[in-house]
């Protein structure tokens, strides 16, 4: 029974470059949220999305970040054009249905570093 | 809008003695309350959750927290912490919307490193 499952682990990228994160939930699982932890500090809520549908994206910047979860395949975090302060840890996490009441799934997350 | 302060970046126990991770939280309707462990270069896992119900919760490892609502918090204690329980400890809330159903996006507090020593 694989958890929520991400990768790459670990991502290095240059300055104006384009990453992909991906993040397959759990087997039943049709909820994925990411969140962001920058150094020092806790996570904070990216987006939320349903199978094909956002539904959540008050937490993502405005410009170069994108997210989308297709009805086939993993969920993917896109940042275009990365800057050094993109550097974090994404964490994506997946529920069968409304987390509140039943709880998360965290991967493990993949730790970006921008050169 | 809703936030969690846990008071104490790092705290630092002997083996065997009590674990006092504090948390308060600010929430404007009902709150859904979670403690969560990170351990190095590791995703979180979830130790234990308030939704309703006893306010006194039980989690894994011999954790467990006390949902308050008047002091409006939920401190997580161990009566005798052991290495293993050396790791980063995050304290997360939700609320129910409107329409008395929750998504589920989670406010986290800034975390606490807890350290064991022999």
């Known amino acids: 029974n694989a958890g929520v499952m991400q990768n790459p682990r670990h991502l290095v990228r240059r300055r104006g470059q384009e990453a992909r994160l991906r993040c397959s939930p759990m087997?039943?699982?049709?909820?994925v949220y990411w969140y962001r932890q920058l150094p020092e500090e806790g996570l904070k809520f990216m987006v939320y999305l349903q199978k094909e549908n956002i539904i959540d994206e008050s937490g993502m910047p405005k410009e170069r970040f994108s997210a989308e979860f297709p009805k086939e395949g993993p969920s993917i975090l896109r940042i275009q054009q990365v800057v050094r302060g993109d550097s974090a840890a994404y964490f994506c996490?997946?529920?069968?249905?409304?987390?509140?009441?039943?709880?998360?799934?965290f991967g493990s997350g993949t730790r970006l570093t921008v050169v | 809008a809703q936030s969690v302060t846990q008071l104490g970046s790092h705290v630092s126990v002997s083996e065997g003695a009590l674990v006092l991770l504090r948390c308060n939280y600010s929430s404007s309707v009902p709150p859904y309350l979670f403690w969560y462990v990170q351990y190095p270069n590791q995703g979180l896992q979830l130790l234990l959750k308030y939704t309703t119900g006893a306010t006194l919760v039980k989690g894994i490892n011999g954790f467990e927290a006390e949902f308050k609502k008047s002091e409006t918090s939920f401190h997580l204690t161990k009566p005798s912490a052991h290495m293993s329980d050396a790791a980063e400890y995050f304290c997360?809330?939700?609320?129910?919307?409107?329409?008395?159903?929750?998504?589920?996006?989670?406010?986290f507090g800034q975390g606490t490193i807890l350290t064991v020593h022999p």
């Open positions: 087997k039943g699982h049709s909820h």
């Open positions: 997360a809330v939700t609320n129910i919307n409107a329409g008395g159903t929750s998504y589920g996006k989670l406010t």
């Open positions: 996490a997946s529920s069968p249905r409304a987390a509140s009441l039943y709880g998360y799934t």
